[in-house]
């Protein structure tokens, strides 16, 4: 047909949402109304909820939750309270009783040993993220 995978889920989709997804001219009644409920339910409705997105964000979870193990306390500490609650680098350093130097520093350096770990597991740049 000549589109791609992305453009053909992205138009799959927009079909669904105005109601043109399957073909029931054929079908009628009570049948037509659960069978609708039930595509209703079984289709996504984003993007993001298709199985392969689901399933792909699932595992590059799992790889950054193994990768951030590997990092010492202290640094999971930081990453976790910048980048999951959101706190500043003087709340972090508040908490962990240092400067916002200090936290700065430890940001980068715990930023550059994900980076070797998640290389070391076949994670090579920033577009592996991209659209997670």
């Given amino acids: 047909?000549?589109?791609?995978?992305?453009?053909?889920?992205k138009l799959s989709l927009e079909l669904h949402a105005a109601g043109l997804g399957t073909p029931q001219s054929?079908?009628?009644g009570a049948y037509a109304e659960t069978l609708d409920r039930h595509i209703a339910a079984e289709a996504p409705h984003s993007e993001e909820e298709l199985p392969d997105k689901v399933c792909a964000?699932?595992?590059l979870q799992s790889v950054l939750a193994t990768a951030l193990r590997t990092l010492p306390v202290r640094y999971q500490?930081?990453?976790?309270?910048?980048?999951?609650q959101?706190?500043?680098m003087r709340q972090i350093?508040?908490?962990l009783g240092v400067n916002e130097s200090r936290v700065s520093q430890i940001h980068k350096a715990a930023l550059?040993?994900?980076n070797l770990a998640l290389r070391?597991?076949?994670i090579g740049g920033a577009d592996m993220f991209v659209g997670q």
């Fill in 1 to 9: 047909m000549g589109v791609n995978l992305t453009r053909w889920r």
């Fill in 26 to 28: 054929h079908v009628s």
């Fill in 57 to 59: 964000h699932r595992q």
């Fill in 77 to 84: 500490r930081v990453v976790a309270l910048y980048y999951s």
């Fill in 86 to 88: 959101g706190a500043t």
């Fill in 93 to 95: 350093g508040n908490e």
């Fill in 112 to 114: 550059e040993k994900l």
């Fill in 120 to 122: 070391s597991r076949g």
